[in-house]
């Protein structure tokens, strides 16, 4: 795969992405930073340039992704608002096309489905809790699937149980079928991501990750 050297982030300010924006930065990346108020942010690091503005809008994502190697998402779902996947992934590909970026690595939750998937009954019952407690977000999620899966992109999406907020760094376990552990790291998550970047192994796929 090609040199990385500026990575557009998605959701850089949550429960995951604050950890991958930093491990990022430990490791010298430039990141161009989406966040609909830049003005309430405070970081201070000549490596990152915010861009303001919102998923949702394509504008927004085209001028994130200008300049940029590859795309790391952590988006979650806005309190109260419509479900903003599979609209911001239509973005996000459309951007990708126009300033020929190839390589894009999404996280999702357990509830996702693939073809390769034998979820075991504790994964299926958290898919079938989700479905039934957030019908439209998760509808949406599989629909954010499909569009990355009959794609032309180098895309990952990383699949996910339990976030911990922790800079504890250890060994992981990773399944394309069922998901192997309730929880992960966020550091983990993001050194994951960060690997994911530039190798080939996740290509088109859609592992699932967990602390060992």
Known sequence: MKSIHTVAVIGGTGKAGKYLVKQLL????????????????????????????????????????NGCDAILS?????????????????????????????????????????PADKKSAQTQFGTNWMYENFPATTKDR?????????????????????????DDIGEITVSLIDCPGSTISATNLALFMIKAMTDNEFVKQAPFIADK
Not at 77 to 89: H, K, L, N, R, Y
């Open 26 to 65: 430990l490791q010298n990346f430039r990141i161009k930073l989406l966040h609909r108020k830049p003005e309430t942010l405070t970081f201070d690091n000549p490596l990152i340039r915010v861009i303001k503005g919102d998923a949702r809008h394509y504008n927004a994502i085209h001028t994130l992704l």
């Open 74 to 114: 952590c988006l979650s779902q806005p309190v109260g608002e419509p479900s903003i996947f599979s609209d911001a992934t239509r973005n996000i590909l459309k951007a990708m096309a126009a300033h020929q970026i190839s390589r894009y690595i999404t996280t999702a939750g357990l509830n996702v489905d693939t």
């Open 142 to 166: 599989q629909v954010e699937y499909q569009l990355l899966a009959d794609s032309n992109i180098n895309w990952t999406m990383v699949r996910l149980p339990l976030i911990g907020q922790t």
